[in-house]
């Protein structure tokens, strides 16, 4: 059972700060990763992909990825109240079926 | 690019009804589609996966006589949710991906918020 494990939250952060969001994932040929974001009562959007180990930056946001300890997080600098939002960790393994396995997501708060 | 188009947007039906939603890939092909339910404050959850010319998978606990699925063409999907109840209230989104493999990202449509009264 191939699983993505995230804390809910809510992660609190004042405007400004970085927000580091986590997740974990138990398959060991998963080969790509991606953060979602959610905004109550919306669909996901895509805002990061990662394949390789290491940071990658987009802007205000950074992912990290970390194979040999199965865990990838999402890094976002100069925190604003518009981030405040879900924000879904998904994982595809190597072969086989694509469908992602998503985590549960992590509520982040923003506040002013 | 990757643009997913899904419509309705928001659908209130009577018990008993029949409800239909629309997936497009407007910008790319997809021959697999996703379809997923998320209730309020919970976590994505598959339904089922819609394969181009060929039948719907779908996942443990999601009853195919209920949720039925077309993927009649390249670019479009359809979920129909037949002899609805309240109980199938929820956000419906689609998705897809134009790589079609493990590399590329999901790209989802902006959900249809289906309320049975």
């Known amino acids: 059972q191939k699983e993505v494990e995230q804390n809910s939250g809510p992660l609190s952060v004042p405007e400004g700060a970085i927000a580091s969001l986590n997740c974990t994932y138990s398959?060991?040929?998963?080969?790509?990763f991606f953060w979602y974001r959610q905004y109550s009562g919306k669909s996901p959007e895509l805002i990061m992909s990662?394949?390789?180990?290491g940071d990658k930056e987009d802007g205000r946001f950074t992912a990290q990825l970390n194979k040999a300890s199965q865990y990838v997080s999402l890094l976002i600098r100069d925190s604003q109240p518009s981030d405040s939002a879900t924000y879904l960790c998904?994982?595809?393994?190597?072969?086989?079926?694509?469908?992602?396995?998503f985590g549960r997501g992590t509520s982040l708060i923003v506040h002013p | 690019g990757a643009v997913v188009s899904q419509h309705p947007s928001r659908v209130i039906c009577k018990s008993g009804t029949s409800v239909k939603i629309e997936c497009r890939s407007l910008?790319?092909?997809?021959?697999?589609m996703f379809w997923y339910r998320q209730f309020p404050k919970q976590s994505l959850m598959l339904m089922a996966t819609s394969n181009e010319g060929s039948k719907a998978t779908y996942e443990q606990g999601v009853e195919k006589d209920k949720f039925l699925i077309n993927h009649a063409s390249l670019t479009l999907s359809t979920l129909t949710v037949t002899s609805a109840h309240p109980e199938d209230s929820s956000f419906y989104i689609c998705?897809?991906?134009?790589?079609?493999?493990?590399?590329?990202?999901?790209?989802f449509g902006n959900g249809t918020r289906l309320t049975v009264t």
């Open positions: 990662i394949y390789s180990n």
């Open positions: 998705s897809a991906g134009p790589g079609g493999n493990h590399n590329s990202p999901l790209h």
């Open positions: 910008d790319f092909q997809a021959t697999t």
């Open positions: 998904a994982v595809n393994e190597s072969g086989g079926s694509y469908i992602p396995t």
């Open positions: 398959d060991r040929v998963s080969q790509s």
